[in-house]
């Protein structure tokens, strides 16, 4: 019988349909090498890597002093269909630092912590992928704190990192496996590489004894800098994607940015041919890191402010996000409605070149 079957189909047809058979397969490994090289980790976390794909942040409102603080931006019930329509994964950073006891426990303010959690659920509801961090905690990195920050003893300052992270996972713990916990925005400054390393690896053990397989995210000093990756181990675990940002031509993306050296810049446009390249030797850069290490990565920032023209934004936008998606790498766009957003929450619409930037293939 299967001798007979075989020769009927390798009759012209058959050859015909062999051909196309083996051109599919052809084609799925060409598919298959453009994945992220995932050997130090699971099966589920090197799928979730290549799950999260378009996402955005939902910045500057549970990561400012108080939600609300900047632009009078807060988490409205109308933003949870809004994203979840749009995207497939939500990063939100939120400033527990500011919202909890300033001992070594830092025991988590029960107001906030059901703030965010019903903002959590929300999304999860929506089988979105939900990235939660610790986010501007800045006494961990700066030496002289912006106002409105909650200050506390230098000596607890790490270990408060720690008992928060202890209080979430304990919380959050039986949620979907679609939570997904970053354990530092951008560690930079004071906190150097040697710190980070310990302080990460701290962090992990105590989530671990939860939470043993929910997937984490942690990414290189530098503010997540694609180049610090050179210099960057991670934790020997394998449910682990590494977070990078990259804000890269940065004069463009930061021109009149107060918190940064370009905030005299302006009229800077985008793309010139020196720029993308600049853009590209980043991402080689990932991407080299990745097919070294076996650590998937996820481009938990990147993003171009308001002071830079519209059309030179949108350049950017597609032109990132495509650079990313070649090597199969999420991203989470900064942000969603404030100074980089792609949402006007005054006039309640997507910025629509922005969105079609972001969404639209
Ligand atoms: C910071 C934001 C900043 C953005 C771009 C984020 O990590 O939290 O305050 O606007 O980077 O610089």
């Given at each position: 019988m299967k001798k007979n079957h075989l020769l009927i189909s390798l009759r012209p047809t058959g050859l015909v349909q062999l051909a196309f058979a083996l051109l599919l397969i052809l084609s799925q490994n060409i598919a298959l090498a453009e994945k992220q090289n995932c050997s130090a980790v699971s099966d589920k976390t090197c799928t979730t890597a290549h799950a999260l794909k378009k996402g955005i942040n939902l910045g500057n409102m549970l990561d400012a002093p108080w939600e609300g603080a900047v632009r009078g931006l807060k988490v409205e019930p109308e933003y949870f269909d809004l994203i979840a329509e749009n995207f497939n994964t939500v990063r939100i950073p939120i400033k527990w630092s500011n919202h909890a006891s300033t001992s070594k426990l830092a025991i988590i303010d029960e107001t906030f912590f059901q703030r965010v959690e019903m903002i959590v659920d929300k999304f999860l509801a929506r089988d979105m992928y939900v990235i939660i961090n610790v986010h501007h905690y800045n006494q961990l990195v700066m030496k002289n704190l912006p106002p409105g920050e909650v200050s506390v003893d230098e000596e607890v300052v790490k270990l408060r990192l720690l008992n928060m992270w202890q209080q979430i996972s304990l919380r959050f713990k039986?949620?979907?496996?679609k939570l997904i916990y970053e354990v530092l925005n951008e560690p930079n400054g004071k906190l150097n590489n040697t710190e980070w390393h310990s302080l990460m690896n701290d962090a992990v053990t105590i989530i671990r004894s939860n939470e043993p397989e929910r997937i984490l995210m942690v990414g290189p000093s530098d503010y997540n800098s694609i180049f610090s990756l050179a210099k960057f181990t991670p934790p020997k675990d394998r449910n682990i994607i590494i977070s990078i940002h990259d804000y890269t031509p940065f004069t463009f993306t930061h021109q009149g940015a107060s918190w940064t050296f370009a905030k005299d810049m302006k009229n800077i446009s985008c793309c010139s041919e020196t720029q993308t390249e600049e853009m590209k030797r980043a991402f080689i850069t990932a991407a080299n890191w990745n097919k070294s290490t076996g650590y998937p990565l996820h481009l938990g920032e990147f993003g171009a402010n308001e002071k830079a023209d519209m059309q030179s934004r949108v350049n950017y936008t597609k032109f990132a996000r495509k650079l990313a998606e070649n090597d199969s790498i999420g991203w989470t766009y900064w942000e969603f409605g404030s100074d980089f957003g792609a949402y006007d929450p005054k006039k309640k619409e997507w910025k629509q070149p922005l969105f079609e930037a972001l969404t639209h293939d």
């Open positions: 039986n949620k979907s496996d």
